[in-house]
């Protein structure tokens, strides 16, 4: 399973407890060959990081770090053929990992669906 996120995914929805952040929606997440860095690419904006796995998790566990920054973004992530659902707590917030791939009231998740790119 590991070998699907080798690659790259475009954003189709970007859901914040806000509403849907319709500017994020055509950026792309491209998963290094090395299994541990990942780019944010958004017209001639690029952002470097790393991930980390946990399949095992239930649900599957993934952990994002933004460049230098050392905060880590704990999320659940799920994988359906070219459909890959990501749900992150953001930056700077005391929620934890969530637990359900929704974004819930009183909590700062957000939902991310992205689609393999062609």
């Known amino acids: 399973r590991r070998v699907l996120f080798r690659s790259v995914w475009k954003v189709v929805s ?3 407890p806000a509403g849907k952040k319709e500017d ?3 950026a792309t997440l491209e998963f290094d060959k090395d299994g541990k860095g990942i780019t944010y ?3 001639s904006e690029t952002k470097k990081g790393t991930f980390k796995l ?3 998790g239930k649900p ?3 952990d994002i ?3 230098d920054d050392k905060n880590i973004r704990e999320g659940i992530y799920q994988i359906d053929k070219n459909t890959l659902k990501i749900c992150l707590c953001p930056d700077g917030s005391s929620d934890g990992r969530p637990n359900e791939f929704a974004v819930n009231d009183g909590k700062k998740y ?3 669906t992205l689609e393999k790119a062609k």
């Open 65 to 67: 770090t933004q460049g």
């Open 14 to 16: 970007f859901e914040t």
């Open 60 to 62: 599957k566990e993934i």
């Open 41 to 43: 690419s958004k017209d």
């Open 110 to 112: 957000v939902l991310i």
């Open 54 to 56: 946990n399949p095992a």
């Open 24 to 26: 994020l929606v055509g």
